[in-house]
């Protein structure tokens, strides 16, 4: 009873001990810096951007939410062309990992109703050929249209499947969300006369229209293809002339780029009243009050103009789309000066330099910019947002009539340049009258203050990285100081200690010289006797051959033989290998390998979980 009373207590110290060691303590703080890094930090950036955080709508609005996203510009041979493996391919696993993390916790936290991008989806699409053309870089031409396809499922299985996986209505989308990528971007087709027509045609098919206007929270959100209206006002290195020149060939190539945009510009208020009569009468219920004193046929008649079967509705010619301010989306910003200032969330400089180079350019020329403007009226236009700087600018345009102001959203992407990735948040509430809208009032002013910004700061990679550094290296100091402090003598000592029989003992004794043979039972031996028993050595002419006497202190600490098998205690050469270790510094470093693996399998396996549940 005693015995096993005195093993259980031996066990529990020893488990004890375990769990309160250093390498546990430390397996311990990885598993929480980790899960930190990992989703904590990810979870409370999301938090913090909640709309109720700072939304300052009246009680009684119901505003419609909008994520907008900026230049994921998704990793590819393009983006670091010289980067070796394997780490080309950790910085595609670790920019994807962050891209999904940040935007699933955003559309499970926020659950925007619209979720719109700004284009350069991907970093290398204008590189990789279709059948009909190739990349006019030469390291470029291996990859084709298949190579695309799988960049194309990347961002699918990035984005749109994490989108799907909340509710698909809400109570400002009952119809259902909408999340909107057909806006392009430099890096997905090119620049004005450095787009391929076979490109372009790829990207429209894949994503959709790259010029439209959508409805959404009572306002016109205008996606424009301003790549390709660049062509317009793009000037030849070459002959000195602008992409509508003079009828050379030259010039009629770069007009089949520009020209669609400038012709859906020119027809954008004729297709906005469409749209908002559309919205009107399948949201709103609004019915034409005279459509009931026609037949259908009668009425398809007095609503269209036979001459020209592409001219508005009779209802649609009569809508004032003044009561749906314009919202402007463009990948390049509009013009403004080189010394704007950007405001003071910007983490480069202050402001957007005016560069130009191969299939870029930083801002639009001021010729695009007005006609821009021009066509879409600036006293409609209520805001502008833009892309392709990856870092944030605010400014407010002096250059047109009013005051129109624009933001440069942040690339949702840490490898773009920029420490800390943002998106932003776009909340709109612009209550209408119907009636009056479908009424062709043209008195109606276009409503202010109906949208409120906010700027969605997202984590700091690089920051978290640092961080798992300064774990390790806390990690090794520490590990270094245990073992430095590890003492094998003593250890070994101690587990002598516990290995001691709790039973008595019997010894057995011969004579070199005879076979006489003695047995002792002893059951107030100490500690101390018992384990000179157990070790002691004594040559076998200075026995003495004690049939019936009791082994004294002095004798049992002399008496072993080698035929000792079994003493419950410490293997045949315990006190021999304790020696050796004690003189041998090897036995510190092995100690400190056996601490660090005792950490890493477990740390490892729960990163490795981590990263596979994304």
């Known amino acids: 009873m005693k015995a096993n009373a005195a093993f259980g207590s031996h066990a529990v110290a020893r488990i004890k001990r375990r769990l309160w060691s250093v390498p546990s303590v430390l397996i311990l703080l990885w598993i929480l810096i980790l899960f930190w890094g990992e989703r904590f930090v990810f979870q409370q950036r999301a938090r913090e951007c909640r709309w109720q955080q700072w939304e300052t709508w009246p009680a009684h609005a119901q505003p419609h939410h909008v994520l907008i996203v900026a230049d994921p510009q998704l990793v590819d041979p393009h983006t670091y062309p010289g980067r070796p493996w394997p780490l080309s391919s950790l910085t595609v696993l670790y920019t994807d990992l962050y891209l999904q993390r940040a935007y699933r916790y955003l559309q499970e936290y926020l659950l925007p109703d619209a979720t719109l991008f700004l284009g350069d989806l991907f970093d290398g699409g204008r590189e990789w050929g279709t059948a009909e053309s190739s990349s006019p870089e030469r390291r470029y031409e291996k990859y084709g249209s298949d190579f695309w396809l799988q960049e194309y499922l990347r961002f699918s299985n990035i984005f749109f499947t994490s989108w799907l996986k909340y509710p698909s209505a809400t109570t400002a989308e009952p119809a259902g969300r909408r999340i909107l990528a057909s806006l392009p971007g430099n890096h997905d087709m090119g620049f004005a006369a450095g787009i391929q027509a076979p490109v372009k045609e790829r990207f429209d098919a ?67 009243a469409k749209a908002i009569q559309h919205t009107c009468e399948t949201r709103f219920d609004w019915k034409d009050p005279n459509q009931h004193f026609f037949a259908p046929s009668v009425e398809r008649a007095a609503t269209s103009d036979p001459a020209d079967p592409g001219s508005p509705s009779r209802s649609a010619s009569l809508v004032s789309s003044s009561q749906f301010p314009t919202i402007v989306l463009s990948h390049v910003p509009l013009y403004r000066s080189g010394t704007t200032s950007c405001g003071p969330m910007r983490e480069r400089g202050s402001a957007i330099p005016l560069q130009a180079g191969y299939q870029y350019q930083n801002v639009l020329t001021p010729l695009i910019s007005q006609d821009i403007v021009k066509h879409l009226t600036a006293e409609e236009i209520a805001m ?40 932003q948040l776009v909340s709109l509430w612009n209550p209408v009258d119907v009636d009056k809208v479908m009424s062709g009032t043209t008195s109606l002013s276009t409503p202010r203050d109906t949208v409120q910004n906010h700027l969605c700061l997202l984590p700091d990679q690089l920051s978290i990285f640092i961080r798992y550094g300064q ?53 107030d031996q100490s500690l101390s006797t018992r384990k000179t028993c157990a070790y002691g050595h004594v040559a076998p002419s200075s026995r003495t051959p004690s049939p019936s006497k009791p082994l004294s202190t002095d004798e049992s600490n002399r008496d072993h033989h080698s035929d000792d098998d079994d003493d419950w205690g410490m293997p045949r050469g315990a006190a021999t290998s304790v020696a050796f270790m004690a003189k041998n510094p090897r036995s510190r470093v092995a100690f400190f390998g056996r601490s660090l693996w005792r950490i890493a399998w477990p740390v490892i396996v729960f990163y490795v979980w981590l990263i596979w549940k994304g």
């Not at 400038?262 to 954008?268: I, K, N, P, V």
């Not at 200690?497 to 039973?503: R, T, V, Y």
Request: net charge negative; proline share 5%; charged share 20%.
């Open 206 to 272: 894949y994503f959709g229209p790259l010029n439209r206007i959508d409805i959404i929270g009572n306002h016109s959100f205008v996606h424009l293809d301003t790549l390709s209206l660049s062509a317009m006002d793009q000037v030849d290195p070459e002959t000195g002339s602008s992409g509508a020149g003079d009828g050379s060939a030259a010039a009629t190539a770069s007009s089949n780029i520009w020209k669609p945009v400038e012709e859906f510009l020119s027809e954008a208020k004729t297709t906005r």
């Open 384 to 423: 502008i947002y833009s892309g392709d700087d990856h870092d944030y600018c605010e400014i407010e345009h002096n250059e047109f009539t009013g005051r129109i102001k624009e933001i440069t959203v942040k690339s949702v992407s840490w490898a773009m340049g920029i420490r800390v990735p943002g998106v």
């Open 471 to 523: 774990m390790l290296a806390l990690t090794i100091i520490l590990l270094l100081v245990h073992a430095a402090r590890y003492n094998p003598t003593e250890k070994a000592a101690m587990h002598q200690d516990k290995s001691e029989p709790l039973l008595p003992m019997f010894r057995e004794h011969r004579d070199s010289a005879t076979s006489q043979t003695s047995s002792i039972h002893n059951p």
